[in-house]
Nanobody, 125 residues
Framework: QVQLVESGGGLVQAGGSLRLSCAAS????????MGWFRQAPGKEREFVAA????????YYSDSVKGRFTISRDNAKNTVYLQMNSLKPEDTAVYYC??????????????????WGQGTQVTVSS
């Protein structure tokens, strides 16, 4: 079992930047595909970005493509989400997720097995 902990959320003005981190509590012998999702109040959780174990494959939702960058440092067991040019529409709780044994990237919630508790991102106009 893997525990995921997000950090880096906060309050930022529109146009600003934040970098979210998601750290796994311990390493295992398995490889993990990783993803970021977000959920705004009253809305369903939605896909944001995903990355393969090797980091060679990434995918972004249309709403964040060109503004957000997902990356990972497997030596630190950490995945990052660099968020630039933030908009009020980006306000949400952001969750990281892991899929053990994942060979590629995954964009659907039920494709992931482990989830963090989430970190709040609030973007003011």
């Amino acid at each position: 079992q893997v525990q995921l902990v997000e950090s880096g959320g906060g309050l930022v003005q529109a146009g600003g930047s934040l970098r979210l981190s998601c750290a796994a509590s311990e390493r295992t012998s398995s490889t993990y595909a990783m993803g970021w999702f977000r959920q705004a109040p009253g809305k369903e959780r939605e896909f944001v970005a995903a990355i393969s174990w090797s980091g060679g494959s990434t995918y972004y939702s249309d709403s964040v493509k060109g503004r957000f960058t997902i990356s990972r440092d497997n030596a630190k067991n950490t995945v990052y989400l660099q968020m630039n040019s933030l908009k009020p529409e980006d306000t949400a709780v952001y969750y990281c997720a892991a899929r053990p044994g994942g060979s590629y990237y995954y964009t659907v919630q039920y494709e992931y097995d482990y989830w963090g508790q989430g970190t709040q991102v609030t973007v003011s106009s």
